[in-house]
């Protein structure tokens, strides 16, 4: 009876190891792992659709980012360049005034002969009080 208990359990462990029980598990082992990789490339591909979608919108967000700097950025240009108009303008009203070499004997005339005395005093409602003549 032991030699047949022995005999049995050797030929179990033999199935187990190399026999048609091997085989089933081998093989049970290989479908599972078929639907595994099969999953997993599902779910990369998945994963890949996402992620372009995302740095679609991404690029789209940026464009417009980009457009909103660049329309910004030309109309503060534009109020510069408006300003700097304005400026230039009010310098040249103003330059017609400027002693120049050319109107320097004509403004040394019109100065001696057009005498202006700032020496006065006035009282508290604002009226000359007094003035000195003009030497």
Partial sequence: MRTELKEELRQKNYDIKY????????KAEEEEHQLLMAWNDAENKR???????????E???????QLQYDQSQSALQEELLKKKEKEVLQ?????????TLENLDQRIEECLNNTHNY????????RIVKRTAMP
């Fill in 91 to 99: 310098l040249q009203e103003e330059s017609k005034n400027f002693i």
């Fill in 47 to 57: 994963l890949l659709e996402r992620r372009m979608e995302r740095l679609q919108k």
């Fill in 119 to 126: 020496n006065f005093a006035i009282d508290k409602e604002g």
């Fill in 59 to 65: 690029e789209l967000m940026a464009k417009a980012r």
């Fill in 19 to 26: 026999g048609i029980t091997a085989k089933l598990k081998k």
